[in-house]
């Protein structure tokens, strides 16, 4: 692993064990041979997602995320000269985004990728629909797909616009037996998307659907220093 790849992902992994502090549960079905590179798609329904995933996904990993990532003070930068950044609202970023992944994986990096393109506003609950770009992109290299879940992260740490909510939520993640793309043509790609999308959607769970409410608790109010103390009467 690069240097640089491997000190920003391992610092992920440490600001995860410092800041979460929640149980976590990971599940891998079946795991890959090792050295075995492939493309792993997972749902998107929290900021918490890409340190989940450094988390659960040893070895060599690339990871595709929007460029507003970049963006993000102090490690952005990092992240964005070491990972793959996409603003998927330009067909040219995203055809390069893809070129880049594709690289990617002949040398030896498992990419992850979001298919939903966002966070999806019913995390837990519903998926945004897929996008084939990671399906293409894994039949044309001859790779596997692994469907990965995340049902409870949006309990833990919801993306709401304008405001930053944190609650104490266990999380488990899912990481299901891969697919293989053998055989497969870019005519499948629809085919192969439809059938990860309910792969993943299979691990989520009636009661955390949702958006936890924000909290009650305020901050009590300092008592005035003058205030004069009454004395029981003599």
Known sequence: MAPATSHLKSGLEHLFYCYVGVPVTIIKKKPLPPGQTCVYVANHGSYIDILLLFKAIPGFLNMVGKSD??????????FGSTYITVNRNSAVSRGRSMVEARRSLEAGRSVVIFPEGTISPKPGEEMVPFKEGAFQLAIA???????????????????IKGSLRVRYSPLRLVMHEPISTTGLTLADATELKDRAYDIIASEFLPEAAGIPEPSTWHKPQPQPHNQEMALPNS
């Open 69 to 78: 990532l970049a963006e993000v003070p102090v490690w952005g930068p990092i």
């Open 141 to 159: 290299a001859g790779v596997p797909i692994v469907p990965i879940s995340m049902p409870l992260n949006h309990k833990f740490m919801p993306s």
